[in-house]
């Protein structure tokens, strides 16, 4: 069974690397969602096609074959 020094253990990973990547991933985050609001509907738009193109790829996997023509 191991064992975990909660004294030490904090003072090996809060290295000032890791405090740094810390920062950068908040940084980032506030950035993310300024794009993400201002670019929603392009973002919108992209999922739309991804999930599209995603069920084709799983059906072509699973051996389903269908039509992108529609029927008049």
């Known amino acids: ?6 004294v030490k253990a904090p003072e090996r990973l809060l ?10 991933i908040h940084e980032h985050k506030g950035r993310q969602e300024l794009f ?3 670019n929603a509907d392009e973002l ?6 991804a ?14 074959f269908t039509s992108d023509r529609r029927l008049a």
């Open 1 to 6: 069974m191991r064992a975990f020094d909660y």
């Open 36 to 38: 993400l609001e201002a």
């Open 51 to 64: 999930l599209i193109q995603s069920t084709g790829a799983s059906n072509r996997i699973e051996g389903i």
């Open 15 to 24: 290295t000032p690397e890791i405090v740094q990547m810390t920062g950068s």
């Open 44 to 49: 919108k738009t992209l999922l739309e096609v």
